[in-house]
């Protein structure tokens, strides 16, 4: 089916190990955004991309990095991760033709940093 | 900028009562505003948007919202629930004319008592 997909599902990281979370759409949507889901925070957007070349900071982009890879996939790095960066995260995607059909969500990736 | 309050984190509510699951927004421009659903491990879904025309809006498995521009509320609304509603509930809102980027509210979780 079509839409967005995140992987991994689950990661277990210690303080201080990288890694990258990937995000593919196959939608031929133009933007592409990363959200972190906490209790009682609801979603904060970490890194967005309009388009494919383009990325810009959200409201909380410190410890991350991102990589529009081409107009499918955007990934994110977390480069030195820290407790703090235990979250559920979110990747989406949307069409931004000006209709705004919304946001395709992917299932999510549990991050656990210990 | 735009900022999203949901008045109410937790709302218990019994099976076959109607439920309103409250949203304030604040913004110097004109916005969109939607609802999106979460229901547990899974991402959010598009549950109902406002972007022109009617106030009220009418979404899947039987909500509707009412936009109200003089007291700056978008409201979830239904008239009686089932258990398969149970869910997190997310107001968010985008300026018109922006890039389609959404500022989320808290969340607020409905549970259905039987």
């Known amino acids: 089916n079509a839409g967005v997909t995140q992987t991994p599902k689950f990661q277990v990281l210690k303080t201080g190990q990288s890694m990258t979370l990937q995000c593919a759409q196959d939608?031929?949507?133009?933007?592409m955004y990363w959200y972190r889901q906490d209790p009682g925070m609801g979603l904060r957007l970490i890194y967005y991309s309009a388009s494919e070349g383009t990325t810009d900071k959200g409201e909380v982009p410190n410890g991350y990095n991102v990589s529009r890879l081409n107009k499918r996939e955007f990934s994110l790095r977390l480069e030195s991760a820290a407790p703090s960066q235990t979250s559920v995260y979110f990747c989406?995607?949307?069409?931004?033709?000006?209709?705004?059909?919304?946001?395709?969500f992917g299932s999510g990736t549990r991050l656990t940093v210990v | 900028a735009q900022s999203v309050t949901q008045l109410d984190s937790q709302v218990p509510v019994f099976e076959e009562a109607p439920v309103e699951l409250r949203c304030n927004y604040s913004s110097s421009v004109s916005v969109y505003l939607f609802w999106y659903v979460q229901y547990p491990n899974q991402g959010l879904q598009l549950l109902l948007k406002?972007?022109?025309?009617?106030?009220l809006v009418k979404g899947i498995n039987g909500f509707e919202a009412e936009f109200n521009k003089s007291q700056t509320s978008f409201h979830l609304r239904k008239p009686s629930v089932h258990i398969s509603d149970t869910a997190e509930y997310f107001c968010a809102v985008t300026s018109r004319g922006g890039n389609e980027k959404l500022t989320f509210g808290t969340g607020t979780r409905l549970t259905i008592i039987p």
């Open positions: 939608m031929n949507h133009n933007s």
């Open positions: 989406a995607s949307s069409a931004l033709t000006g209709t705004l059909s919304g946001y395709t």
């Open positions: 406002y972007l022109s025309g009617s106030t």
